[in-house]
Structures are given as structure tokens and as C-alpha cells.
């Protein structure tokens, strides 16, 4: 027992060091990953013949900015070394051991984030920008770094976070804590979950809530399919 919590301790100091290194290492390209970020709202300003431009209101702004870009660079980059700490610690209370089961883990985790990290930013956010631009077009705007980066962040990690459900799903489902017919009993529950969240990462607008709820019910019933297939047969 006490070997394996050291072994913990060293997994979890292995993760702060990866992601202090690539928080480290973000700074170097924080510009140029916020000005990624931003395209999709400087790109429709551009489009709606406005000025792409953002602001500032204050001169901590830009700093504060950066350090966040960087800090989600870093979790990017330590996403591998968290799913391995999550695997050490979920395995051997019932997935089984083996390098392969680990690296196939750590890897369909880290693909699943990014996954939900791009459609998020190919799919959902253009279209939630363009909605919300559409709707003040007869209104002056004054659209800030700080208030945009919070916005585009808290819908790529919701979406993020969001596809990793058939995972989750199908660890619970190999661990007999969740069924697929119980899941489909949760699933209103599940509907209201997701349209709460929503709410919290997005504007006050039906809309917005709903692009953003839909995509989490879909893998939510994705999750009741994995966890139908993985469920242990006797």
C-alpha cells in the first residue's frame, strides 16, 4: 500500500513538472495561440465590414491573457501525464494492467479532448460569434481580450471535457457502476445537466444554449451505446 501511494506521489509530481514545462513553454507562442483563439470573432468583424480589433481595460489585460493562453497550452501538453496518473489509479481496481491497455487509454482520452477542443473551435464557436454579431449588429460594440478569452474557453474546455463521456462511460460500464438501460433512465436528468451547463458558458440566449447542449446529449447517448458493448458479460 505504501509503495503504490509513492508511486502515485511520483506520478503526480511528474504531472505539475509537465505542466510547468509546458506552461514554460507556451509563453514563447502565447501571442500567436491567442490570436488563433480570436480568429473566429476577428474574422466575422472583418467579414460584417467592422473593425477586427480588439480592446483592453486595463493594463494587466494583455499579461493576464498570455499567462492564461499559456496555462491551457501546458494542460495540453500534460494531458498525457494526467490520463497516465488517472490510468495508475483506475486500473487496478478492475481494467486490468499492461503498457498496451495504458498507452490505448492515455491515447483515446488525449484524442477525445482534442477532438472536442476542435470541433468547439471549427464548428461551434464560428457559429455562436456569428449569431451573437448578427443579433447586436445595430449596436455599437467594444468587444475586450479578457471577456472574449473567457468566453471561447469556457466552450472549448465544456466541449472538451464533454468527449471524453463515452470514455467515462465505458470505464463505469467495466467497473458495473453504470448500466446502459440505467443511463437511459438518466436521461432527462442528462438533458437538464447539459442545458445547465450550457447556460453557465454561454450568453442568456436560447440559442447559443442549445448549440452548446446538443453536442453533450449526442455523446451522452454515445456513452449509453459504449456502455451497452462494454458492459462485462458473464
Same mark, same amino acid.
Given at each position: ?38 480568429? #473566429? ?21 494583455? /499579461?493576464? $491573457?498570455? /499567462? ?13 501525464? $494526467? ?8 486500473? #487496478? ?15 483515446? &482520452? ?34 475586450? $481580450? ?10 472549448? $474546455? ?10 467515462? &462511460?465505458?470505464?463505469?460500464?467495466? /467497473? ?18 447539459? /442545458? ?6 454561454? #450568453? ?10 446538443? #453536442? ?19
Amino acid at each position: 500500500m505504501i509503495s503504490r501511494i509513492n508511486a502515485l506521489r511520483r506520478s503526480l509530481l511528474w504531472v505539475v513538472a509537465a505542466l510547468l514545462l509546458g506552461t514554460a513553454a507556451g509563453w514563447g507562442v502565447a501571442d500567436r495561440v491567442f490570436n488563433f483563439l480570436a480568429a #473566429p470573432l476577428t474574422t466575422a468583424l472583418a467579414n460584417a465590414t467592422r473593425d477586427p480589433r480588439l480592446a483592453f481595460t486595463s493594463l494587466s489585460d494583455p /499579461f493576464i $491573457i498570455y /499567462f492564461s493562453v499559456s496555462l491551457l497550452l501546458g494542460l495540453l501538453l500534460a494531458l498525457p501525464v $494526467i490520463m497516465s496518473l488517472f490510468w495508475r489509479i483506475v486500473a #487496478p481496481l478492475g481494467l486490468g494492467r499492461g503498457a498496451v491497455k495504458a498507452v490505448v487509454f492515455v491515447a483515446a &482520452s488525449s484524442v477525445l479532448f482534442l477532438v472536442g477542443l476542435a470541433f468547439g473551435y471549427w464548428v461551434l464557436l464560428p457559429f455562436v460569434v456569428r449569431y451573437l454579431l448578427g443579433v447586436a449588429e445595430e449596436f455599437r460594440y467594444a468587444v475586450t $481580450i479578457r471577456e472574449y478569452l473567457r468566453f471561447a474557453l469556457r466552450m472549448l $474546455i465544456a466541449m472538451g471535457m464533454s468527449a471524453q463521456l463515452p470514455l467515462i &462511460s465505458f470505464v463505469l460500464a467495466r /467497473f458495473e457502476l453504470v448500466t446502459a438501460r440505467r443511463m437511459l433512465r438518466w436521461l432527462p436528468y442528462a438533458v437538464l445537466a447539459a /442545458f445547465v451547463i450550457a447556460a453557465v458558458i454561454t #450568453p442568456p440566449d436560447g440559442i447559443s444554449q442549445l448549440l452548446v447542449a446538443t #453536442p453533450m446529449m449526442v455523446l451522452y447517448l454515445l456513452g449509453v451505446v459504449v456502455a451497452a458493448v462494454a458492459a462485462p458479460r458473464n
